[in-house]
């Protein structure tokens, strides 16, 4: 099975920085697109930022210019760099990534458990 494992969450005053990583493990034959989601009680989880397997970026509009997401294909880890957090950051945040366990399968979605990250003074 795959496994993507979230690390890096905690406690941040609003201004500062964090950054969070997430370890893909388990039977991987191809990564594709990775990201990052947030989600908040009662709300949606909603996307924070993505990359592509060819490094191509998307981040949402709340985040564009203080966060950062990269990766590393032959760690096979993706990262989110954040900075100049702010409390409305604060929620639990989601690695996810497209996933080929061999060459006769296809892609499919999956889901870390997610690593709390909380803004506050």
């Known amino acids: 099975q795959v496994q993507l494992v979230e690390s890096g969450g905690g406690l941040v005053q609003p201004g500062g920085s964090l950054r969070l990583s997430c370890a893909c493990s388990?039977?991987?034959?191809?990564?594709?697109?990775m990201g990052w989601y947030r989600q908040v009680p009662g709300k949606q989880r909603e996307l924070v930022a993505a990359?592509?397997?060819?490094?191509?970026?998307n981040y949402a509009d709340s985040v564009k210019g203080r966060f950062t997401i990269s990766r590393d294909n032959a760690q096979k880890t993706v990262t989110l760099q954040m900075n100049s957090l702010k409390p409305g950051d604060t929620a639990v945040y989601y690695c996810?990534?497209?996933?080929?366990?061999?060459?006769?399968?296809?892609?499919?979605?999956?889901w870390g458990q997610g690593t709390q990250v909380t803004v506050s003074s």
């Open positions: 996810n990534a497209d996933v080929k366990t061999s060459y006769l399968r296809k892609f499919y979605n999956y």
């Open positions: 388990g039977t991987i034959f191809s990564i594709n697109d």
């Open positions: 990359i592509t397997g060819g490094g191509s970026t």
